[in-house]
């Protein structure tokens, strides 16, 4: 696909196929991923693979119970608006997509953050460009249950920063109102 | 062109011909960075354009001063790799890059790094596209100078996430080796 249809294409996806993912596909996109900028060629990032429908059902109603607690310790956050759409039983934080992948590194390694979602980026337009779709779920960061932790081998040393739901999209929603970019100041 | 040349093509550019970049190029650069994934919708992304081949070189040698400053007081950090590199009084950071491209937001706002390093990586990959190179560059993030922060607009609500140089490339170097993907884990 040109680099302006997958610009174009690549759209958060909430809503997929029970149509499990080739984990070979799931590979390619990974090794598309890392080739993505980083600061020093570090490369910090890491990935677990989760494919196993209980696993992703388990850790998404843990997720929303650890977020729900964060909203009623903090009922002014902003979070407040998702208290609703989390509280919902039937509700899904990856949206039932039959793969997440986390993209993890060292816990408060300098760059992490923006090296990981480099990586993130890298792998969501690889995923578009073959024909499936992701969404970059932040709940899905929220995991405390200690058997989850374990199964996915989350030691404190990691730090989660992308989890991202992935399959084939059910329904590609249309680009949603983009505001005009903000140009501070152009110095010529 | 196709997405694969763009992950393939897209180098870190440390070698830029001084030619200047139209404007309005820099602009369609930053009209597809906003097409990036971001939480919520908050576009939380802004821009500072520096053209200005002057203030370039201002920003290039208040940044080194700061960060050899650093390095003196954290004798033991892994910054002190840099410090030959930067002591070096005719190393301009951005590699006399004819234009740079600043990334920031609200300063302290959630998820500002990912998002702007999404914005990023679309603004690096859209260059590549268009036969520009890019290099991130961490070290221009050390602005104090209260003359150049003026100039810049750069206020302490502000955050600045990337600094990209960016120009025409003079040499396009080889890819620099990646290690082979460190997945964790994979949970079927």
Redesign the interface.
């Known amino acids: ?4 249809e ?3 294409n ?1 759209r ?1 996806i909430r809503n997929f196929k029970s149509e499990p993912i080739d ?1 070979e596909l799931i ?1 390619r996109l ?8 980083n ?1 020093g ?1 570090e ?1 910090p ?8 429908r209980d ?1 992703i059902n388990r850790i998404s109603d843990d997720c929303k119970h650890n977020f729900l607690q964060f909203i009623k310790a903090n009922p002014t956050s902003p979070a407040k608006k998702y208290e609703k759409m989390l509280s919902n039983e039937s509700f899904n934080i990856f949206y039932h997509a039959p793969v997440v992948v986390y993209i993890l590194g060292n816990a408060g390694k300098r ?1 992490l ?2 090296d990981c ?2 990586a ?3 792998l ?3 995923a578009t ?1 073959k024909d499936l779709g992701t969404c ?1 779920v ?1 709940f899905g960061m929220y995991i405390k249950d200690s058997t989850i932790r374990e ?3 989350l030691n404190d040393d990691l730090q989660i ?2 989890p991202i739901a992935l399959g084939y999209p059910e329904k590609i929603p249309g ?2 109102v ?2 005009e ?8």
């Open positions: 696909m040109e680099l302006k997958v610009f174009k690549r958060s984990m590979q990974i090794q598309d991923s890392i080739l993505a900028p600061a060629n490369q990032w890491k990935f677990i693979v989760v494919s196993n696993l760059n953050v923006a979602s480099l993130a980026s890298y969501m337009m690889s460009d970059w932040n199964e996915m081998g920063v992308a680009i949603p983009r505001k970019p903000q140009i501070l100041k152009i110095i010529e």
